[in-house]
Nanobody, 128 residues
Framework: QVQVVESGGDLVQPGGSLMLSCVVS????????VGWFRQAPGKEREGVSC????????YYFDSVKGRFTISRDNAKNTVYLQMNALKVEDAAIYYC?????????????????????WGQGTQVTVSS
């Protein structure tokens, strides 16, 4: 059974930092992409970042470019999202997702529909 578990969400002041973790169990993450998404109240789920199966390629949506960094440790079946210079508008539930489709060793899909396994999310609140 595949499980995706996010952690690390917290309340942080504007300008602060957080690191989110995503642990996947049930299969080896080697060669499979992982994406981070977020959803604020009343808004649609949106992409944040994704990383290819090999870890050699990462993508950042414009809203977080230059502030967030995605990384992975395949030995731990874990993907991280380092979030710096947090803004009030970054507040949301952050979700991690992956799939077991081939062809994503060097790229990662950007859209929600390309991911098959999702975690329950972790809450990030940015407020003074």
């Amino acid at each position: 059974q595949v499980q995706v578990v996010e952690s690390g969400g917290d309340l942080v002041q504007p300008g602060g930092s957080l690191m989110l973790s995503c642990v996947v169990s049930g299969f080896s993450l080697d060669d499979y992409p992982v994406g981070w998404f977020r959803q604020a109240p009343g808004k649609e789920r949106e992409g944040v970042s994704c990383i290819s199966g090999s870890g050699m390629s990462a993508y950042y949506f414009d809203s977080v470019k230059g502030r967030f960094t995605i990384s992975r440790d395949n030995a731990k079946n874990t993907v991280y999202l380092q979030m710096n210079a947090l803004k009030v508008e970054d507040a949301a539930i952050y979700y991690c997702a992956t799939n077991r489709r081939s062809g994503y060793e060097r790229q990662c899909p950007k859209g929600v529909s390309w991911y098959d396994y999702w975690g329950q999310g972790t809450q990030v609140t940015v407020s003074s």
